[in-house]
Each structure stands twice: as C-alpha cells, then as structure tokens.
C-alpha cells in the first residue's frame, strides 16, 4: 500500500501573514526582525532582508502563545489566592 504524499506548504509574504492576522505589514516585519516570530529570511546575510513564512508555523506559535497565557492566568490566580490567604492568617 503506498503512502499517500502531501505537498509542502508554500512559504508566503509578510501580506499574506498580515492578510491571516489582521494586522499592518510593518507590525509582521518587525516582529520578524525581532524574532517574536517564525521567519525565514531568502538571504541570512543581507542588510535589507526578504522575509517569508509559514503561516502553520505562526499559527502554532499563536496556539501556543494562548495555551501559556491561560497557563499563566490560572498560576497568578493560585499565587494571589495562595497570598491572600496567607494574610488572613
């Protein structure tokens, strides 16, 4: 039985990433520059950089970015509850 092959995903433009987010071009390029996010540049050693990407690999990164922040709430509500109880103590 021969194993069903996909294509690879296409790389995209930083308009279709801030088409996908809903965001301005400028804010994907900088945090591209940044490294917030996943970004491969056509040309690592250019001065002006050409940036592309994969839109599952920002997707990802978003998933993961809400799992850490619901992560985040439920340990800072634990710590403040934690801390109020100390005090009436």
Same mark, same amino acid.
Not at 32 to 38: L, T
Not at 41 to 53: H, Q, V
Not at 70 to 87: F, H, I, P, W
């Given at each position: 039985? +021969?194993?069903?092959?996909?294509? +690879?995903? =296409? %790389? /995209? *433009?930083?308009? &279709?990433? *801030?088409? =996908?987010?809903? /965001?301005?071009?400028? /804010?994907?390029? #900088? ?6 996010? +996943?970004?491969? +540049?056509?040309?690592?050693? &250019? %001065?002006? $950089? ?14 993961? #970015?809400?799992?850490? &922040?619901? &992560? #985040?709430?439920?340990d #800072?509500?634990?710590? /403040?509850l934690?801390? *109020?109880? $100390?005090?009436?103590?």
């Amino acid at each position: 039985m +021969p194993l069903e092959q996909t294509e +690879p995903e =296409h %790389y /995209v *433009s930083a308009d &279709a990433v *801030s088409a =996908h987010l809903s /965001v301005e071009r400028r /804010v994907v390029l #900088n945090l591209a520059r940044s490294g917030r996010i +996943p970004a491969h +540049p056509l040309d690592p050693t &250019a %001065y002006k $950089k050409i940036w592309r990407f994969k839109l599952s690999e920002i997707d990802a990164l978003l998933c993961q #970015n809400q799992l850490g &922040a619901r &992560a #985040n709430k439920t340990d #800072n509500s634990e710590q /403040v509850l934690g801390g *109020s109880e $100390k005090a009436r103590r």
